[in-house]
């Protein structure tokens, strides 16, 4: 079984910037890809980030491309989303998730394990 446990969420203003991190438990993390999918109140969940299993291969949905940076620390087992440049309409609750494989996809499908998330809020 793998816990995932996300922290770094808080209250700041448009422009600031935060950073995400996703402590995983169990064996085997450097095995898998991981991502970051964001829900804000009443829309669905989207994707956010996804990186390989290696680290060498990332992946943005469109709203956050050129300010979000998505890293992982295999030694750590953790990974991280480095948010700048935050703006309103990033304002949502942030889950990490493990996918099933080592290829980081953008459909939540892919995912096998999610962490219970930490909220962002971005006040104008």
């Known amino acids: 079984q793998v816990q995932l446990v996300e922290s770094g969420g808080g209250l700041v203003q448009a422009g600031d910037s935060l950073r995400l991190s996703c402590a995983a438990s169990?064996?085997?993390?450097?095995?898998?890809?991981m991502g970051w999918f964001r829900q804000a109140p009443e829309l669905e969940r989207e994707f956010v980030a996804a990186?390989?299993?290696?680290?060498?291969?990332?992946d943005y949905g469109t709203a956050v491309k050129g300010r979000f940076t998505i890293s992982r620390d295999n030694d750590k087992n953790t990974v991280y989303l480095q948010m700048n440049g935050l703006k309103p309409e990033d304002t949502a609750i942030y889950y990490c998730?493990?996918?099933?494989?080592?290829?980081?996809?953008?459909?939540?499908?892919?995912?096998?394990?999610w962490g219970q998330g930490t909220q962002v809020t971005v006040s104008p």
């Open positions: 998730a493990q996918s099933k494989d080592s290829i980081g996809r953008a459909y939540q499908n892919a995912y096998s394990y």
């Open positions: 169990g064996r085997f993390f450097s095995s898998y890809a």
């Open positions: 990186i390989s299993f290696s680290g060498g291969t990332t």
